[in-house]
């Protein structure tokens, strides 16, 4: 396993995410309190509600994803399953996770990273399977209009891929450098409808 280097995005993101969390949930106790003094449920209100749930499972999932790590840090699978069904528990993409006992966090992150990675090319919905791989994992997406990324999942497998990547493909570079921090390798397989990535150890 090669030598860590100081994670200092990691540390920003999560500073960005341990920040939000306390506006982020006192907005939903105003919300709540509200509803006690006999607020009506309106459809307005609904929306308001799902957005501000949607925003706090968003969090928990960018702090694992994107946020600092260590090596003696570990989540529960249940805690695991918990965040992807939060983020997709409801609606044209599902993650499922089929995992037990504990999980190292550089590990969950990883995983994370992942996901987001498939997701990319499920733009129009589909279904994610993440699934432990010894030390690492194996993550799966299909849907009816599967989108192939072209050079992004080079970008996984070697650091010789595109030179530069927009905002919403950071996670495909990242992905490549914690697994290569972890000593793992990561393999790309894809269909007309699916794409499968897997680690393994170099």
Not at 2 to 22: F, I, Q, T, W
Not at 46 to 67: C, H, I, K, T
Request: net charge neutral; aromatic share 4%.
């Amino acid at each position: 396993m090669n030598e860590r280097p100081k994670d200092l995005s990691g540390l920003v993101a999560s500073r960005l995410c341990h920040d939000l969390v306390s506006p982020v949930g006192a907005i939903g106790n105003g919300l709540e309190l509200l509803t006690m003094t006999g607020l009506a449920k309106t459809p307005e209100l609904a929306l308001v509600m799902d957005s501000l749930e949607n925003a706090q499972a968003r969090l928990r999932f960018y702090r694992v994803a994107f946020g600092s790590s260590r090596e003696d840090q570990s989540m529960g699978s249940p805690e695991l399953a918990a965040i992807l069904h939060g983020v997709y528990g409801a609606g044209r993409l599902t993650a499922t996770c089929d995992t037990e006992g504990e999980i190292g966090r550089d590990s969950a992150k990883l995983a994370l990273l992942l996901v987001l990675c498939i997701e990319a090319s499920l733009s129009h919905g589909g279904q994610i399977t993440v699934t432990r791989n010894g030390p690492g994992w194996i993550i799966t997406g299909s849907g009816k209009r599967y989108r192939d990324l072209g050079d992004l999942w080079t970008l996984l497998e070697t650091p010789q891929g595109p030179s530069s990547v927009s905002p919403d493909r950071v996670q495909f570079p990242l992905a490549h450098q914690h697994a290569a921090h972890m000593g793992l390798q990561l393999c790309v397989s894809q269909d007309a409808a699916a794409v499968k990535v897997t680690t393994s150890l170099r």
